[in-house]
């Protein structure tokens, strides 16, 4: 059962992406619940430094898996990135922007939300 829809501003979970679609449920929203256990709740916009990064550490996202039905992503597409590896791209000095708004509150018990506020793409 997914957690009640509330973004890290305390206002209602935006979608993050239909075109691909993501989140945990594949529902275009960075949704969470007790099975989705990598917290999948960022909302974040992908770069080609973070595609990279994701890549060197063993999450290769810009590959496409037609077997799973996943066409690869690209820089500008949305995805919900596990709040950890945001947390660990912020460290790395190669994270993305995200979009608070489509970003879950439960992110905040990884990443500090003054974290956050330094990648946010200011999205109404």
Known sequence: MKEASV????????PCSAK??????RNGCCDTGPEDRGQHTV?????????????Y??????TPRPEFG???L????????????FLQAHD??????????????????????AVLQLYDR???
Do not use: I
């Open 122 to 124: 200011g999205e109404a």
């Open 43 to 55: 909302c974040a916009v992908m770069t080609a430094e973070f595609l990279a990064l994701s890549k």
């Open 74 to 85: 690209k820089p500008g597409d949305r995805w919900c990135l596990c709040a950890s590896r």
């Open 57 to 62: 550490l063993g999450n290769d996202l810009s």
């Open 70 to 72: 996943f066409a690869g």
């Open 7 to 14: 973004n890290v501003l305390g206002g209602v979970l935006q």
């Open 92 to 113: 790395e000095g190669a994270a993305p922007e995200v979009n608070l708004k489509g970003t879950h509150r439960r992110t905040l018990d990884v990443v500090p939300l």
């Open 20 to 25: 691909p679609v993501t989140g945990f449920y």
